[in-house]
């Protein structure tokens, strides 16, 4: 089930917005493709970053894949339990397999990314 309170980037990151900080993490769409996380590696606390910038990579027993951000703005925390054990990123991607967290300009809005709906109709069409 997609969570229909958060925003998502077409590169399969979600985001939650509260207040001035993001909260990004990726898809269960991206997990099942990437199979069993193995190893995540993630940029450090006060890294700047533009939409679609690099943040970290994520590798699984099938691929390496980089992960983007889908906000501006300053990397705040980064989720080290997810380092430590990257199997929470396929138990619980919404929840306790959160990556980072991005300080975004005030009045910043996720409009720009697609919906629950919108993201749904993509990854239908990506023979999902």
């Known amino acids: 089930m997609i969570p ?4 998502y980037a077409a590169s399969h990151e979600w985001a939650g917005l509260d ?6 993490g990726i898809t269960a769409f991206a997990v099942e493709q990437l199979t069993d996380v193995v190893f ?3 940029n450090k606390p006060g890294t700047k970053v533009n939409v679609g ?7 699984s027993v099938k691929a390496v894949s980089d992960l ?7 990397l705040t ?6 380092v ?20 975004v300009a005030p009045g ?14 993509q990854i239908a069409s990506q023979g999902h």
């Open 68 to 74: 983007y951000a889908p906000v501006a703005g300053e």
């Open 108 to 121: 910043t809005k996720l409009d720009k990314l697609l919906t629950a709906e919108q993201y749904e109709q």
């Open 84 to 103: 430590k054990d990257p199997s929470l990123v396929g138990a619980d991607p919404y929840g306790k397999g959160w990556m980072v967290k991005i300080k």
């Open 77 to 82: 925390a980064v989720n080290d339990t997810i």
């Open 19 to 24: 207040g001035d900080i993001c909260n990004v």
């Open 4 to 7: 229909k309170n958060l925003r």
């Open 53 to 59: 910038d690099k943040f970290g990579v994520i590798e």
């Open 40 to 42: 995540v590696e993630l």
